[in-house]
């Protein structure tokens, strides 16, 4: 069964749907079957046949809606995975106008923080920080941001 | 209430079937509690006592995906910036600064407030 491409609704293609409502109607069926059954006889010897028939029915619909989810997912997961990756691939790219800062030395933080981070910092954006050198931060007792002086040289 | 209901169609009907289950197995134990005979029982269990569990899992079964199903549209988002990312990225040489989209693109409608 192919995975669903990027863009796609959901994470399962309509086979999967089809055969989740095949499997769940035929559990169905089966439970009607077997309570139907069931009623039409009085002892409880006659019911028990259909009791395994009812509790089968029943598997069989939780197997396949377990399948369902399973499916789903693992196509998330694999969708996530994709995604993994392309952020990877972007990240030398990235790293490019960070390291034009780097050199610039203007670093901020605030009075009682333990790292000093890069102006564009997501942890930084919109604080109002004043920038300033990096040995400041250093003689401070502060280290670099894990997050924007991240594959840096120590 | 309408276009709640549009929106959240999944989750609006696996509360459905959880309340209703709960309804069929309740039924089903008043049922059975009123009767001594194992002959009289068993149709209500297998009715309202499996029908019930069946109507639960089937609820449990829309839910769960309902969070798939996010969770694949949050990623589609997630895939949309990192192409609009990866396009708006300088040349070699160049020294332009990558800017992530300011909106979410986002092609899903949920309203205000709702899980996203």
């Not at chain 2, 990192?82 to 160049?94: F, I, N, S, Y």
Request: glycine share 12%.
């Amino acid at each position: 069964m192919n995975r669903p491409g990027r863009g796609g609704r959901a994470p399962w293609d309509t086979g999967a749907l089809v055969r989740l409502i095949v499997i769940v109607a035929i559990g169905a069926v089966l439970c009607a079957v077997a309570w139907t059954g069931a009623s039409g006889h009085a002892e409880f010897k006659d019911q028990k046949g259909w009791v395994a028939v009812g509790v089968a029915g029943f598997l069989v619909a939780v197997a396949g809606q377990s399948l369902w989810l399973k499916q789903g997912r693992r196509a998330v997961a694999a969708h996530a995975a994709q995604l993994m990756g392309q952020a990877a691939a972007l990240a030398p790219a990235a790293s490019g106008p960070a390291a034009v800062t780097a050199g610039s030395d203007r670093l901020v933080a605030a009075d009682g923080m333990r790292h000093f981070h890069r102006p564009d910092c997501p942890i930084a954006a919109g604080r109002g920080w004043a920038p300033v050198a990096r040995r400041v931060h250093e003689s401070a007792g502060r280290t670099p941001c894990g997050i924007c002086f991240r594959g840096d040289q120590p | 209430m309408k276009r709640l209901l549009g929106l959240f169609w999944d989750r609006a009907a696996a509360v459905g079937c959880v309340l209703i289950a709960a309804v069929m197995l309740i039924v089903g134990w008043v049922n059975v509690s009123a009767s001594s005979d194992a002959g009289e029982q068993l149709p209500y269990i297998m009715s309202s006592g499996i029908g019930g569990l069946f109507l639960l899992w089937i609820g449990t079964t829309l839910w769960l995906s309902a969070d798939l199903r996010d969770e694949w549209r949050k990623l589609d988002v997630i895939d949309e910036s990192l192409r609009r990312l990866a396009a708006d990225a300088p040349a070699e040489g160049e020294e332009e600064t990558i800017s992530l989209p300011e909106t979410a693109v986002t092609t899903y409608p949920r309203p205000a407030g709702a899980r996203q």
